[in-house]
C-alpha cells in the first residue's frame, strides 16, 4: 500500500492550497482517508477525514469551515481544499487510510500512511 501526499508549499495568511493524497495497492473505494498534521515540537493531530460509505466527513474544531476533505474514486485520490490559512496551519500534512468506514481522530485507528507534505503560512 502507497499513500503519496502532494500539494504542499508555501503560501501567505489568508491564501488557500490543496493538497492531495493518491493511494494505490489497496481498495481505495472501500477504504476510508483522513489527513493529519504534525507541527513542530507537537504530536501529530487529526484534520480532517472522509469515509468511504456515502462519503460522510469529519473535521476537527480548529479547520471547520476552512477546510474541505473530498474524494474522486476513480483516481485513488483525496484532496484537502485549504482556505483562510493561517501561521497556525503551518505543519507537515500526512494522510492516512483505513479499510473500512470511518473517521476516528486516534492516529492508532488508521493503518496505512503516506509520507508528508509540508504547509508553510507565512503571516
Known amino acids: 500500500v502507497q499513500l503519496q501526499a502532494s500539494g504542499g508549499g508555501l503560501v501567505q495568511a489568508g491564501g488557500s492550497l490543496r493538497l492531495s493524497c493518491a493511494a494505490s495497492g489497496l481498495s481505495f473505494a472501500r477504504s476510508s482517508v483522513a489527513w493529519f498534521r504534525e507541527a513542530p515540537g507537537k504530536e501529530r493531530v487529526f484534520v480532517a477525514a472522509i469515509r468511504w460509505s456515502g462519503g460522510r466527513t469529519g473535521y476537527a474544531d480548529s479547520v471547520k469551515g476552512r477546510f474541505i476533505v473530498s474524494r474522486d474514486n476513480a483516481k485513488n485520490t483525496v484532496y484537502l481544499q485549504m482556505n483562510s490559512l493561517k501561521s497556525a496551519d503551518t505543519a507537515v500534512y500526512y494522510c492516512?487510510?483505513?479499510?473500512?468506514?470511518?473517521?476516528?481522530?486516534?492516529?492508532?485507528?488508521?493503518?496505512?500512511w503516506g509520507q508528508g507534505t509540508q504547509v508553510t503560512v507565512s503571516s
Open positions: 492516512a487510510a483505513h479499510l473500512g468506514s470511518t473517521t476516528n481522530p486516534r492516529t492508532d485507528a488508521w493503518r496505512y
